[in-house]
T-cell receptor, first 110, second 115 residues
Framework: DAKTTQPTSMDCAEGRAANLPCNHS???????VYWYRQIHSQGPQYIIH???NNETNEMASLIITEDRKSSTLILPHATLRDTAVYYC???????????FGAGTTVTVRA | DAGVIQSPRHEVTEMGQEVTLRCKPI?????LFWYRQTMMRGLELLIY????????DSGMPEDRFSAKMPNASFSTLKIQPSEPRDSAVYFC?????????????FGPGTRLTVL
């Protein structure tokens, strides 16, 4: 039973912002939203996580809607190296499991 | 920081042979995870260790699979006997602290092919 829904794939132009949506309409009050990505032939890489407030780090920004039923990962200036599968995951803090769905395959084009 | 180290990076073996995959977590991390990735099933958690103790092995497919963590800096995943359906990429990951929402750091994976 998938807790998140993401588009299968999306393209974006190099140098432009990439906005990756994720729906998690059944999220519980104590569940966090996490984003990981997996570049081809590499292990998954943590990007960012948040509970309610918007978050930003050196890699990306995470915008969570007020009702917390959806979120958007923003890569501010996509580069070719950002081509990867991006996974949106929800889990409670006490849960050690990362349940990876199919993710969104993002292709950054020159 | 070397990150999570896995060996070998590639392993090709014949059905029935024993396979041992190795992992060195990031120094100071006290949680270690073994995952398996296939096209059909995606990324699956096989086993989780905390402070060298197996906490959850419910993802281990069957008795042919076993994992050990004899100390804080080393873990093995063994398949005996191996079967073609075990072909996959196996990832080891580690994280720090007792708080589970700490990020997991993944190794580069071991690509296993069983002929």
């Amino acid at each position: 039973d998938a807790k998140t829904t993401q588009p299968t794939s999306m393209d974006c132009a190099e140098g432009r912002a990439a906005n990756l949506p994720c729906n998690h309409s059944t999220i519980s009050g104590n569940e966090y939203v996490y984003w990981y990505r997996q570049i081809h032939s590499q292990g998954p890489q943590y990007i960012i996580h948040g509970l309610k407030n918007n978050e930003t780090n050196e890699m990306a920004s995470l915008i969570i809607t007020e009702d917390r039923k959806s979120s958007t990962l923003i890569l501010p200036h996509a580069t070719l190296r950002d081509t990867a599968v991006y996974y949106c995951i929800v889990r409670v803090a006490e849960d050690y499991k990362l349940s990876f769905g199919a993710g969104t395959t993002v292709t950054v084009r020159a | 920081d070397a990150g999570v180290i896995q060996s070998p990076r590639h392993e090709v073996t014949e059905m029935g042979q024993e396979v041992t995959l190795r992992c060195k977590p990031i120094s100071g991390h006290n949680s270690l995870f073994w995952y398996r990735q296939t096209m059909m099933r995606g990324l699956e958690l096989l086993i989780y260790f905390n402070n060298n103790v197996p906490i959850d092995d419910s993802g281990m497919p069957e008795d042919r699979f076993s994992a050990k963590m004899p100390n804080a800096s080393f873990s093995t995943l063994k398949i005996q006997p191996s079967e073609p359906r075990d072909s996959a990429v196996y990832f080891c990951a580690s994280s720090s602290g007792q708080v589970s929402y700490n990020e997991q750091f993944f190794g580069p994976g071991t690509r296993l092919t069983v002929l």
